[in-house]
């Protein structure tokens, strides 16, 4: 018997080049069989899924979730079962001097799975502090070179390899100051030694958009990707870099990293317009940005729908491009048999939606993705309709 029988819904796998009415068993926390008609009598619990979206589960690649860890740190839990997420990716907020915590109080008691990019600085991101919503206080670790530890880094990668994805690095004159490339530097040495990606933030200048890319890897990832300001991706003719171009040609990972402060329409609007989509869509989801702008990962996708972003290469932005950045797309991104059955159930809704960018720059849309359910490992951890 199956545990679970989801019937006629839309199943929307980029991974398999899958888009029908379809049904999906789950039995054993797996994906056990997707067929056209599977008989009900088979399965301990069937749910009618008719004319909603049956996904994998989602994956958002640059999250804050150190909560009690970090002033900037979510809880999870809060979070991840009633939006559809099953994964999350920590984006730095622990460095190699409090990872253990974060991987003891966090990691291993979350519903959902927790992978982290670890920052190149000892004490990750120690000081963000949410009090003041209007004008938060906050220090950019970066700016002392006496906080990057780039052996201790080493050596908390190397024990911890299946947790650790990546090192993180922030850039930028908010959070590396006068330093510029340096700590960029520091932590390709790291990545290097470990055999990891680097990702990095990037905010106002120093360094510049252009410098910043061109030391990039295949494999790296530059989040913050579509962000505004002064400091941007696209020229005064609303043309992507051409060094943006050359780095993804080399490999180089291009995500959202939406945030508080790090992603405009305007510049979105320009790379959809030279039909450049991200590779990765996530939302630097943190104390703040989870009360203002970004919100959770379901909106920051529908944004992406209502910009003209094709539904596939939404879901698979954020689903099976960012389980294969961080290496575990055997096991999650996508509903082949015998995989975690990892799903969620959302409604494609229509209607007249407003979305904001962090500048409160407005959007209007007419689709928005409802999560209505939430699978991890084969357990139904959220039902919005029960």
């Known amino acids: 018997m199956f545990d679970y029988l989801l019937k006629d819904g839309r199943v929307i796998d980029p991974a398999q080049e899958i888009d029908g009415i379809m049904d999906v068993a789950i039995k054993d926390g797996k994906v056990c069989l997707m067929s056209e008609v599977i008989d009900e009598s088979e399965a301990r619990d069937t749910i009618s899924v008719k004319g909603k979206l049956i996904m994998p589960g989602l994956i958002d690649l640059h999250t804050h979730i150190y909560w009690g860890g970090t002033s900037l740190g979510i809880n999870p839990n809060d979070v991840g079962p009633k939006t559809g997420v099953t994964t999350f990716v920590d984006a730095g907020s622990s460095g190699p001097g409090n990872f253990l915590g974060f991987k003891e109080h966090i990691i291993e008691t979350s519903i959902c799975d927790i992978f982290a990019f670890l920052n190149i600085s000892y004490a ?60 960029l530097k520091l932590a390709l040495k790291a990545a290097e030694t470990t055999g990891k ?63 508080v402060a790090s992603f405009s329409f305007k510049v979105a609007a320009e790379m959809i317009k030279n039909n450049f989509y991200p590779d990765t869509i996530s939302t630097d989801l943190h104390a703040l940005s989870i009360k203002k702008a970004a919100f959770d990962l379901p ?14 290469k939404v879901v698979y932005s954020s689903t099976y491009a960012s389980a294969e950045v961080i290496g575990e797309e055997k ?3 996508h509903l082949k048999t015998g995989s975690k059955a990892d799903i969620a159930i959302f409604e494609l809704k229509e209607g007249n939606y407003e979305f904001y960018d962090p500048d409160n720059v407005k959007l209007e849309g007419k689709l928005k993705l409802i999560p209505i359910m939430t699978f991890k490992d084969g357990k139904l951890i959220y039902n919005r309709e029960s």
């Open 124 to 183: 990750g991101i120690p000081y963000f502090s949410s009090e003041d919503f209007a004008n938060p206080n906050m220090y950019g670790e970066n700016q002392a070179l006496e906080m990057i530890k780039v052996q201790s880094a080493i050596n908390i990668v190397e024990k911890y390899p299946l947790i650790i994805k990546g090192i993180k690095v922030r850039l930028g004159m908010n959070t590396s100051g006068n330093l510029s490339l340096i700590p």
């Open 197 to 259: 990606p680097v990702m990095v933030h990037i905010d106002e200048a120093p360094p510049t958009v252009e410098e910043l890319i061109t030391c990039l890897r295949s494999k790296d990832i530059i989040t913050h990707s579509f962000k505004g300001g002064t400091n941007k991706f696209t020229n005064k003719n609303g043309e992507v870099l051409s060094e943006l171009l050359e780095a993804r040609k080399r490999g180089v990972i291009v995500d959202i990293g939406h945030g």
């Open 299 to 312: 909106t920051t996708m529908s944004k992406f729908l209502n910009l003209g972003m094709p539904l596939d």
């Open 331 to 333: 096991e999650i991104g």
